[in-house]
């Protein structure tokens, strides 16, 4: 079946450094997504990419996905600490299938 | 203000007991799902429903049952037949297509005692 990797699964930044969580599929993706879910808490949507190459940002988050559509990745610019929680992504092969989520990459911003 | 709200928030359960949890959504959405979270294993799928009177397994079903008789409701039973239920749950809903995101609420920790 469909497989999901992120990497790292973990990083530990001081504020203000920039902060890349890379996600890879075994399969070509018709879309992926991003979540982010603070500590207790559960996970929020955050965006969708559908184009090959496409690249969205969100203030200091920016989001691409590769031209193959197997890989994706989030970079956050000067990292806060209220960018503190674990972000997946999250893809589909088709319109109507199910997500099949990344295991996480668990952010930790020090002050 | 429309949402998917889970119930309850913490459960606890004895060995050899069935337990089920709540899901229910305001949005108006057609396909609801469960997942399980696990530490360091992200979300995995348990059960899926694109319609009423309809669901599919997903990828870990066994030890579950789930039922949708009405749109707003997709509870998830506990059997005992699951071997390690102890675990964060997870219910969220989506229109159908791929188009939208997930709405999540905002979880079930079930410990088994």
């Not at chain 1, 496409?54 to 990292?79: C, D, M, P, Y």
């Not at chain 2, 997942?35 to 429903?49: E, M, N, V």
């Not at chain 2, 039922?67 to 239920?85: C, D, I, W, Y």
Request: aromatic share 12%; proline share 4%; charged share 20%.
């Amino acid at each position: 079946g469909q497989q999901v990797m992120q990497i790292p699964q973990y990083q530990h930044v001081q504020e203000g450094e920039d902060f890349t969580t890379y996600c890879n599929s075994s399969t070509t993706l018709s879309n992926i997504q991003w979540y982010k879910q603070r500590p207790g808490g559960h996970p929020v949507f955050l965006i969708q990419l559908v184009k090959s190459g496409e690249v969205k940002k969100q203030k200091r988050l920016t989001f691409q996905f590769g031209e193959a559509k197997k890989n994706s990745s989030l970079h956050i610019t000067a990292t806060q600490t209220t960018d503190v929680g674990t972000y997946f992504c999250a893809g589909s092969n088709s319109g109507y299938s199910t997500l099949t989520f990344g295991k996480g990459t668990m952010l930790l911003v020090s002050p | 203000d429309g949402g998917i709200t889970q119930s309850p928030k913490y459960l606890f359960r004895k060995e050899g007991q069935n337990v089920t949890l709540s899901c229910e959504q305001n949005l108006n959405h057609d396909a609801m799902y469960w997942y399980r979270q696990d530490p360091g294993q992200g979300l995995r799928l348990i059960y899926y429903s694109q319609i009423v009177n309809d669901f599919q397994k997903g990828d870990i079903a066994e030890g579950y049952s789930v039922s949708r008789e009405k749109k707003e409701s997709f509870p998830l039973t506990v059997t005992s037949a699951q071997k390690n239920p102890t675990a964060f749950y997870l219910c969220a809903s989506s229109k159908q297509g791929r188009d939208y995101g997930y709405t999540f609420g905002s979880g079930t920790r079930l410990t088994v005692v």
